[in-house]
């Protein structure tokens, strides 16, 4: 172990320029660790180095401009994808590209550099240095996620998206929890350079709670699929439109008509609910003037010769899709909402939901008056925010929480409560990743909806238009799956829901707690030591 303590020291004496070049690298290295890579243990070797190049830093500015350097280069590297949305209408929003990347890297990289600024001031050493970053590094993953409108990507904890045996303490401490355990565990290393034996005892520990993680995980985990609801079969219909052509008026009726083809191949069982994706159908489908395309729709699907009328009297699937809704002709003022509208097999509208959680600059512009620039999606109209999370009721299911696109990121924010005349029976997630191409974007999107099912302990169904679409237990595993960029269509079933949770009662709390005790002590231990 003695190159490593050697490359710690080394590390520390670099000159201002190398050391934040090696931060830089370092945090676009961490990506690696992000969906869809899963490099794991790169994090034992980039969060240590970001604590070793933080030895010689003797300024507070210099302890900043050190950690905002490391965001930087994490937030540019993880967050590269958002730039193809800007290559869809590239005559108009493509010279933002290097602006977006640049932007989102220093503007979410301040985040790192109030950490790295944060640990300097704490007066920490040894192990309370560690326990202090770990724990601020949670704080400001807590504080990301709320902070202007909030955006909680790419949090520590989902390095563990693949492993449903690590995601399994999400049903205790949340995402925000097990990023503090994550990020604990792979900063120990850096004690090595400062503790010798000691240092390699102290990582040989955070390996072991790792492994007490998985071993915890795989108890839980039952052996056998989940039960499931009976008498529902979900058909999740994957259609792979290029956003490019996704919004033309001369294809409009070519990919309605593939939605429908989708939905009427013949399966293997009878589906009771068809699912399209975020925006499927480029017409509003809830006013008066769109009776006729609802009865439309309905009667597509509808089996009238060969299908006996179903326990509750339909003779049809439940169509759910996205769609844009908007205010009668003549109403003002003029709104509209990106939304989920379910219909029977009539055409009537049985459930409806408005997206409550809006991307800036993608559905609405921040800032009008100082920025004069349009968002990225179709028409001049920004979209009004619904209401924010609800429970409806779903004919032929349980009560569901619909989630729009990325509001299924938020940890904590996916329901709109856990007693029992609140808490759904399962997460319905309709997203357009088509955005976004062959990236790490919808994959990092994927994962992220994952991790819900686990907090909350609720089945997640997720359909997106170019994938990845998915029906995933209540542990986090996979029932069935539509991978990127796959035209087609997948039927599963729905799996039961767990009893409420300890996250799905208590939130964000729990993890903050920790969080903050952390601190604690890692200050108080860490600052005593020293002196």
């Known amino acids: 172990m003695t190159g490593v303590a050697t490359f710690g020291l080394r590390l520390g004496t670099l000159r201002t320029s190398l050391r934040l070049l090696v931060a830089l690298i370092a945090g676009a290295v961490s990506v690696l660790t992000l969906p869809p890579v899963h490099w794991v243990p790169l994090l034992a070797v980039t969060l240590p180095s970001l604590l070793w190049l933080l030895d010689g830093v003797r300024s507070k500015v210099g302890a900043f401009c050190l950690g905002w350097a490391f965001g930087t280069g994490f937030f540019a590297a993880g967050l590269y994808w958002v730039s193809n949305a800007l290559l869809v209408d590239a005559a108009q929003f493509g010279w933002l590209v290097p602006f977006a990347i640049t932007g989102l890297g220093v503007g979410l990289g301040l985040f790192h550099g109030l950490l790295l600024l944060l640990v300097h001031l704490s007066g920490t050493r040894g192990l309370g240095r560690v326990v202090t970053f770990a724990a601020l590094w949670t704080l400001l993953e807590i504080v990301r996620g709320y902070a202007f409108t909030g955006f909680p990507w790419n949090l520590a904890a989902s390095i563990w998206a693949e492993w449903p045996t690590m995601l399994q303490s999400l049903a205790w401490i949340g995402s925000y929890g097990l990023s503090l355990i994550t990020v604990l565990a792979f900063s120990l290393p850096a004690l090595i350079s400062w503790q010798g034996r000691r240092g390699v005892a102290a990582s040989v520990a955070g390996l072991l709670v790792l492994v007490l993680l998985g071993i915890i995980g795989s108890q839980r985990l039952p052996e056998q699929a989940a039960p499931i609801v009976d008498g529902v079969t979900l058909r999740l219909v994957q259609p792979n439109i290029p956003q490019s052509e996704k919004w033309r008026n001369d294809l409009r009726q070519a990919n309605l008509r593939d939605h429908l083809a989708l939905s009427l191949a013949e399966g293997d069982k009878p589906v009771t609910h068809v699912i399209w994706s975020e925006t499927a159908l480029p017409y509003a489908l809830d006013g008066k003037d769109d009776a006729e395309l609802r009865t439309a729709l309905a009667d597509a699907l509808r089996d009238d010769d060969s299908a006996s009328p179903r326990a509750d009297g339909r003779k049809g699937p439940i169509l759910i899709t996205g769609t844009v809704r908007k205010t009668p002709a003549g109403v003002e003022p003029f709104q509209v909402w990106n939304s989920m509208v379910a219909l029977d097999d009539t055409g009537t509208v049985v459930a409806q939901f408005d997206k409550a959680h809006l991307v800036p600059f993608g559905e609405y512009m921040p800032l009008k008056s100082i920025l004069p620039l349009k968002k990225i999606t ?134 903050l707690c920790l969080a903050v005790i952390a601190l604690m002590a890692g200050v108080f231990g860490g600052r005593r030591r020293v002196s």
């Open 378 to 511: 179709a028409g001049l109209v920004d979209f009004t925010a619904g209401p924010g999370p609800a429970t409806e009721a779903m004919p032929g299911t349980p009560p569901v929480s619909p989630l729009i696109c990325y509001e299924a990121i938020f940890p904590g924010a996916v329901t709109a409560g856990s007693d029992s005349a609140t808490r759904p029976g399962w997460l319905l997630n309709l997203t357009n990743d088509g955005w976004y191409g062959l990236s790490a974007g919808p994959y990092q999107h994927y994962a992220s909806t994952r991790m819900r099912a686990v907090e909350e302990g609720l089945p997640l169904v997720r359909v997106a238009n170019t994938g990845i679409s998915a029906i995933v237990d209540p542990w986090g595993r996979e029932v069935a799956r539509l991978d990127l960029e796959a035209k087609g269509f997948v039927d599963g079933p729905l799996p039961q829901a767990l009893p409420a949770t300890l996250f799905a009662h208590w939130g964000n709390a729990l993890p």
